[in-house]
């Protein structure tokens, strides 16, 4: 009994262990959606048979979860969470990928025929007619894309069936130096383009199944990545690749090596009516997928790789490929060793805000002045004329007498405008025509700091200067100014200021387009 | 001090703010392994960083003013306003970052260049949005608020690119990048809530004579207050003759309206006295013995 039981025992594991081989682990999808609320990351691995049948009796137990970063080894992490069929009801992103070399314009057999609808190409048509037929789940999106010596007839992710029906009827066939058949360098490119895309993702690749690159170089495809780095992209996107070869005879060995490695199916297709499964066998594969969730880690890494593992019986079958997620912080990766220093960036900053709050953006203005404000509505930055202590009037006018020249105002004159200073205060008195001081015509006023003067199309302001406006001592003060402006006296002929040239010149543009 | 200099002030607060904040984030992200998780992690330096760079910019306008008491309500309320920006900016900064870096990071390698930088200088953007609002906050302005989350989503947003590119290609030392990254950041959102905010004002009221002359205030409120107090929006503690609490301004639709709040020596427009007017550009303003220019933008 006992050895019955043994070789029964034995005769099993053999055959799990044989069984467990041809099985294929594929981490489809890894979500890190709600990474930064609750530190969770979903993983959805699909687990087949020999077949490409999924399987379903999977337990929590069997399965391992490993999280690594960069240069770091793989941590186990715990499984909070655990369901099979997680994502039944979810559209899938499904894209053809049709071989248009010239190749598939013969028949089954390789051989040149004027009989169209025995052309492989016809047959890859009809198939994906079929498949659309098929195709019932409204959040489905279908792309497509075609290729020979490069990739065509492009048609982005859609649900709209008819508009991929439409670009299949225009799939023409290809001059003789372009029908090559770049099956690996297409197959990388559609997989890199899919990877934009969200969700499950499934090629659906149809071709007669020889790679045939053309000798030369090739500008669509300038640097050749081979099937190998194009099985390992799809691995790493998720993507399972369904490829349907349209030959009579033996199977094709690419297409088997691609669907096998990508958690696919290679399917042989000469009859079109087999295909009617199709659609469901793809979804049910690729939706029958396990949910697994753990807790993040908080290595700093822009980029995290998760792997799953899968025991059954004696053996573990680790996934195809390991799956990374962005896992990245806002500010970048720490500093390798911590350095002391960079404290003293404090006191550094502290001192420039000390330094900062120093600056005083104050008026340096002490005495009275005549400041030129805005001349034709823009603000004009000229040196102030300071009213000396020992002045008694300055004059604003047209010509070079004036104390304050102002070119090119055609209604003044000479010495027209004059600021007479009686005692304390200063009075604004204009000789012929009334002038704006603060938007009020006079012609004559008491100035008070801060009044603007108006003459013609330029504006000055009075200021007293800070002296009188604070309280300051003013006779400590006074007795500087005193010293000052003798100091001053003689070079009063440079204090004036005069509006620059270019207004003088403007002046004289205007008249001359006047006449 | 003119407008110009209001932008540059605002951008060297902004430099101090991240001058500040780089020891400290330093310090927190060499221990990132050590946090519970990433949503902590987040709060906390976002806490800190923004703590330091919205106590900075709440500085401002106490600087600007020379009014202590300013300086320590902004400092106070840029700290907790900051502090709380700053953790919520970052948050959503990660979450933005997370969500558009991880389709650009798995995107075509071609795309993935120009796209990652950007994914995560909007959601720098984010967290200038938050940094940009403090102000506004803290002087319950709704204007000052609009003015900073578009100043500072701009700032945010080109700082942040410095910052990444300054990561990945310009520095090879984390270090040193993360500075450069700290100081653009903090200049960026300074200078652009400075300029956003010069836009977006509707007149300026120009000082024309005293100590301060030359000094250009914006108006950027609804409404503002005109006195000696130190709390006022346009405080004049340097004039005579201004009261307290002298006048007010009022934003109403397409008009700007002064209000005399009953002052001691009265508010003037163009040497009339007057106790409620609407402004024209170009009219002379007098309060107390401080004389404005009112110009519409």
């Not at chain 1, 997989?191 to 020889?210: A, H």
């Not at chain 1, 992209?233 to 490829?243: D, K, N, W, Y």
């Not at chain 1, 009188?468 to 005193?482: E, Q």
């Not at chain 2, 798995?106 to 940094?131: D, E, H, M, Q």
């Amino acid at each position: 009994m006992t050895g019955k039981l043994i070789v029964l025992k034995t005769v099993l594991l053999f055959l799990s262990a044989v069984f467990c081989y041809a099985q294929t682990v594929i981490i489809s999808q890894v979500d890190n959606a709600s990474l930064l609320m609750d530190q969770k990351i979903k993983v959805y691995t699909s687990v087949t048979d020999e077949y490409g049948n999924p399987i379903t009796n999977l337990t929590q137990e069997q399965f391992e979860l490993y999280e690594a970063v960069p240069d770091k080894e793989a941590e186990k992490r715990d499984i909070i969470f655990f369901k099979h069929g997680a994502n039944v009801n979810e559209g899938i992103n499904l894209m053809f990928l049709v071989d248009n070399s010239g190749s598939m314009y013969t028949n089954m057999y390789g051989q040149e025929t004027a009989n169209e609808p025995t052309w492989r190409i016809s047959y890859a048509k009809e198939a994906i007619k079929e498949l659309l037929r098929n195709i019932n789940n409204p959040d489905d999106r279908i792309s497509l894309i075609s290729f020979n010596i490069k990739l065509d007839s492009e048609i982005a992710p859609t649900g709209d069936k008819a508009s991929i029906a439409k670009a299949l009827t225009e799939i023409k066939r290809p001059e003789k130096e372009e029908s090559y058949t770049e099956l690996y360098e297409a197959l990388y490119h559609s997989v890199d383009k899919m990877s934009n895309t969200k969700g499950r993702k499934v090629i659906v690749m149809l071709s007669d199944g020889e790679n045939f690159p053309t000798k030369e170089e090739n500008p669509h495809f300038p640097e050749r990545k081979g099937l190998d780095k194009a099985i390992e992209l799809a691995q790493r996107e998720g993507i399972s690749v369904f490829t349907i070869g349209l030959i009579e005879g033996a199977r094709d060995p690419d297409l088997k090596k691609i669907a096998d490695e990508t958690g696919g199916v290679n399917y042989k297709v000469t009859d079109i009516r087999k295909l009617k499964e199709f659609y469901n066998h793809i979804r049910d594969r690729v939706l029958s997928e396990y949910l697994i969730m753990y807790y993040a880690g908080m290595e700093p890494a822009e980029k995290k790789y998760v792997n799953v593992k899968l025991k059954t019986g004696a053996a573990v079958i680790e996934a195809e490929r390991e799956r990374a997620y962005y896992s990245d912080t806002l500010f970048g990766m720490p500093q390798t060793g911590f350095i002391f220093w960079i404290f003293l960036m404090i006191p550094l900053a502290l001192l420039f805000l000390w330094l900062l709050s120093k600056i005083r953006f104050e008026s340096k203005q002490k005495d009275p002045c005549l400041e030129v404000l805005t001349i034709d509505g823009k603000k004009k930055k000229l040196p102030p004329l300071t009213i000396m202590e020992n002045q008694s009037a300055v004059t604003i006018g047209a010509t070079e007498s004036a104390d304050l020249t102002i070119l090119g105002e055609p209604k003044l004159k000479a010495d027209d405008v004059t600021v007479y200073k009686k005692g304390g205060a200063y009075t604004v008195v204009s000789r012929h025509t009334p002038i704006e001081v603060n938007n009020q015509l006079v012609k004559s006023k008491q100035l008070r700091s801060g009044d603007l003067i108006k003459v013609g199309n330029t504006t000055i302001v009075f200021n007293e200067g800070i002296e009188k406006t604070l309280f300051t001592a003013p006779h400590a003060k006074k007795a500087k100014t005193v010293i000052k402006a003798e100091a001053k006296t003689k070079p009063v002929e440079k204090n004036k200021t005069s509006v620059v040239q270019s207004q003088k010149m403007r002046s004289i543009d205007k008249k001359k387009k006047k006449k | 001090m003119s407008l110009t200099m209001r932008i540059i002030f605002f951008g060297m607060i902004g430099i101090i703010g991240g001058m500040l904040a780089w020891p400290l984030a330093e310090v927190l992200i060499s221990f990132q392994g050590n946090f519970p998780s990433l949503l902590i992690f987040g709060i906390i330096i976002g806490g800190v960083v923004g703590l330091v760079i919205g106590g900075c910019f709440g500085m401002n306008e106490g600087i600007l003013s020379h009014s202590s008491a300013k300086l320590k309500g902004g400092l106070i309320m840029g700290i907790i306003i900051g502090a709380v920006g700053g953790a919520v900016g970052v948050i959503s900064g990660i979450q933005v970052g997370l969500f558009m870096g991880t389709s650009f990071f798995f995107a075509p390698a071609s795309f993935k260049t120009v796209g990652y930088p950007i994914a995560r200088a909007l959601g720098w953007a984010a967290f200038g949005i938050f940094i940009g609002v403090v102000e506004g906050i803290r002087s319950k302005s709704f204007a000052k608020i609009k003015n900073g989350i578009i100043g500072g989503f701009i700032g945010g947003f080109l700082g942040g690119i410095v910052f990444e590119y300054s990561l990945k290609l310009f520095v090879p030392d984390v270090l040193y990048a993360r500075l450069l990254g700290f100081i653009v950041l903090g200049l960026f959102i300074g200078i652009f809530y400075g300029f956003v905010e010069n836009k977006l004002a509707r007149a300026s009221f120009y000082l024309l004579n005293g100590r301060y002359k030359g000094k250009e205030y914006l108006l950027n409120q609804r409404q503002m207050t005109i006195g000696r107090d130190e709390q006022a929006d346009m405080s004049l503690a340097d004039y005579r003759q201004v009261s307290a609490k002298h006048a007010s301004l009022h934003s109403k639709k397409d008009k700007i309206i002064l209000k005399d709040k009953n002052s001691k020596m009265g508010t003037y427009i163009n040497d009339k006295k007057v106790n409620e007017a609407a402004l024209k550009n170009g009219d002379v303003i007098r309060v107390g013995e401080a004389q404005f220019l009112f110009r519409k933008k």
